[in-house]
């Protein structure tokens, strides 16, 4: 069956520091795979996407996720952070369309940053 | 260029009223929609998806129903609320066809007393 995993329920780094949130899948075709994240009280706003090709997507707000096939990853990046990104993040891996185009979402990161 | 609403934003509601969260896609047709709640503390939890008017898909047996009267309109209802119901009800759309990303509107919070 498809999942996806967040190991990390909680991370906190200062403001300025480099991130990365974990993200690990099991899917047994190539897999569609998608970074949301979601401000207190708001929707999903997305941040990122791979559907093939270069490995290393880039996304808005300066994230980035490196796709490795070998252990099954998708994890996000970013060099240095600010305080306004404080927020839930959620890995996402898509099913095809006669699953209804579901999208099977891990249990969610929250990032806490202090200054 | 696709918007996706959703309304009310909030709502208060007694035990054993009846619901209704609407919404609503411009700028697309034929869209998937999608029905999800997030309790608190909690990820994502899809109710219910649809694929086409009429066409509705549970995916967690519940105290909700959900409809799709129009191409671009996906309503989720209750007769009766329970306290378990209160939580964070997204809507999402997606293109029809495989493996899109989904959009999400802005969220209704609700809370049942």
């Known amino acids: 069956a498809q999942s996806v995993t967040q190991p990390d329920i909680h991370i906190t780094v200062s403001e300025g520091a480099s991130l990365e949130l974990r993200c690990n899948y099991s899917y047994g075709a190539t897999p569609y795979l998608f970074w949301y994240v979601q401000s207190p009280g708001q929707g999903l706003q997305l941040l990122l996407k791979?559907?093939?090709?270069?490995?290393l997507v880039q996304g808005i707000k300066g994230f980035e996720a490196e796709f490795k096939r070998s252990q099954s990853s998708f994890n996000l990046r970013k060099p240095s952070v600010h305080w306004s990104d404080a927020a839930e993040y959620f890995c996402?891996?898509?099913?095809?369309?006669?699953?209804?185009?579901?999208?099977?979402f891990g249990a969610g990161t929250i990032l806490r940053v202090k200054s | 260029s696709q918007t996706i609403h959703q309304w009310p934003a909030t709502l208060v509601q007694p035990v054993g009223s009846p619901l209704s969260l609407e919404c609503t896609v411009e700028?697309?047709?034929?869209?998937?929609l999608y029905w999800y709640r997030q309790a608190a503390g909690r990820g994502l939890q899809l109710l219910f998806y649809s694929v086409g008017i009429g066409q509705i898909s549970s995916e967690v047996p519940q105290n909700l129903s959900a409809s799709r009267p129009q191409d671009r309109q996906f309503i989720l209802s209750s007769k009766k609320l329970l306290l378990s119901d209160s939580g964070f009800y997204l809507c999402a759309w997606s293109r029809g066809s495989s493996y899109n990303e989904q959009f999400f509107g802005p969220g209704t919070r609700l809370t049942v007393l």
């Open positions: 700028g697309t047709s034929n869209p998937n």
């Open positions: 791979y559907f093939s090709g270069d490995t």
């Open positions: 996402a891996v898509a099913l095809p369309m006669e699953y209804g185009n579901k999208l099977v």
